[in-house]
């Protein structure tokens, strides 16, 4: 079993930054592909954007232009920076990891974006 642990949610302002990250438990992370998803209050859990285990990237419409998802395998981690947020982006942000016969969600960390 991974477990992963975000943190770096909070409060910004519209026009703001933030960043999120994620750190993996286990041995796994390097073949993994890691991802964000979000979440609000009576929709379905949505992706946000996701990287391979070689680097390659995708990203939700919502997200391209204004949110980069990175990794560093040799700390377990995976990121997502924020810039450019919107109200619209306000969410319960979690991360996922997906390698073979395995996947794992985070606890999930809460964006707001409001002034």
């Known amino acids: 079993q991974v477990r992963l642990v975000e943190s770096g949610g909070g409060l910004a302002q519209p026009g703001g930054s933030m960043r999120l990250s994620c750190a993996a438990s286990?041995?796994?992370?390097?073949?993994?592909?890691m991802a964000w998803y979000r979440q609000v209050p009576g929709k379905q859990r949505e992706l946000v954007a996701e990287?391979?285990?070689?680097?390659?990237?995708n990203y939700a419409d919502s997200a391209k232009g204004r949110f980069t998802i990175s990794r560093e395998n040799a700390k377990n981690t995976v990121s997502l920076q924020m810039n450019s947020l919107k109200p619209g982006d306000t969410a319960v942000y979690y991360c996922y990891l997906k390698a073979p016969g395995l996947d794992s969600w985070g606890q999930g960390t809460r964006v707001t974006v409001s002034s």
């Open positions: 990287i391979s285990s070689g680097g390659y990237t």
């Open positions: 286990g041995s796994r992370f390097s073949i993994s592909t």
